[in-house]
């Protein structure tokens, strides 16, 4: 059995927040990095919904586990984006997320495709 080395978190990082509205209320991704890619994710509802903070404070500490011992963000984005819930079924078509996982996924997205752009400038 491999044992995988974990990335030690810096002092300092860089983070990008991202808001997307939810059938849960508003929901913001922030997302830290360094010159390696995305170390850690944090997740917030602007309200309380019938999502629950302690499942979405759990989804993001395993997301952000993965990404220190090298679990590419694509993974999680493919897993999340996509999970729908009862609270979008009367949610504007216009926001185009299904959950508030589908938008953490998404925030997700937005934040890979961004730092890919950085890097190849």
Excluded: W
């Excluded at 952000?64 to 993974?75: F, T």
């Excluded at 999970?83 to 079924?89: E, L, M, P, S, Y």
């Amino acid at each position: 059995m491999n044992v995988l080395e974990q990335r030690s978190r810096p002092n300092m990082v860089l983070n990008v927040t991202i808001s997307k509205k939810t059938g849960c209320g508003n929901l913001y991704t922030t997302v830290t990095y360094d010159e390696d890619g995305a170390l850690e994710v944090f997740a917030k509802l602007g309200h309380v919904g019938d999502c629950s903070r302690s499942l979405l404070e759990a989804l993001t500490r395993c997301i952000s586990q993965g990404l220190r011992y090298g679990v590419p963000l694509d993974i999680y984005i493919k897993q999340l984006k996509g999970i729908r819930c009862k609270n979008a079924i009367n949610f504007p078509k216009k926001y185009a997320v299904s959950s508030c996982s589908d938008a953490l996924g998404k925030s997700l997205e937005q934040f890979n495709d961004v730092y890919q752009k950085m890097e190849e400038k």
